[in-house]
């Protein structure tokens, strides 16, 4: 009978030490979605050289690595990119009401005007073929993974010191036609990167008042679907 040969390329999945374990916790708890507080200083190109390996390092469905990261640190860019947000700020304004309206109106959101550095990430849909291993019946898949390439980066750049600010405020074909960015590709959103001195002890919306973080107890579940008791809202 024949036997299987050894995987060679099989590691022992042994757990980290204590204080490796707590660096990855502590990363994952105390990152933050910058807004404003970026520093105006450069990052070395070797630090966001490490950046873009932990982002490309991330898993993907059938390994498709749909993911591109378009770097603009060219200030007109960046400042046709912050106008195309002011833009869609504005509309986004008039979706709220009263003091709610106010409030979002005195956040400030000028990362992409003093970030140093912006990254467009991007899904491009076709890399790999038409037919994807596991992403066959959820096309959403090549999304997903390249939202863990996101995460990824922005645990990296919480280790390096680095801030990250997510903006998603905006319409889409402005940022193709300022970037130059194909239709067929999928925009992930546009980050804001740059070191920052501080940031908040909890997220700012959650400072601010606007949503708390909702108690994990009320959102696993055992089993089956349960209906919740109220309204899945953290005021």
Known sequence: ?????????????????KADRDAVYR?????????????????????????????????????????NFLLVRDADRREAVWQA??????????????ERRDSYRQLKLEGIRKAPLGICVTCDPDRGGPVILGRTHNPRMDS?????????????????????GWV????????????GIPRRVEIIGWFCVGYVEQLFDAPELAVRGWRQRLPLDGLVFEE????????????
């Open 1 to 17: 009978m024949q036997q299987d040969e050894p995987d060679d390329h099989l590691v022992r999945a042994a757990a980290f030490s």
């Open 27 to 67: 990363a994952i708890h105390t990152r933050r979605d910058v807004r404003d507080q970026f520093l105006p200083d450069p990052l070395p190109d070797d630090l966001v050289g490490r950046l873009l390996q932990a982002a490309h390092a991330a898993p993907s469905v059938g390994f498709m690595q749909p993911w």
């Open 85 to 98: 947000f002011a833009r869609a700020n504005d509309e986004a304004a008039e979706m709220f009401e009263g």
């Open 144 to 164: 997903y993974s390249t939202v863990c390439a996101v995460q990824n980066l922005w645990l990296a750049a919480r280790a390096e010191g680095v801030g990250v």
């Open 168 to 179: 998603s405020i905006y319409r889409a074909d402005d940022l193709r036609q300022i970037l």
């Open 224 to 235: 089956r679907w349960q209906e919740e008791e109220g309204p899945a809202v953290g005021t």
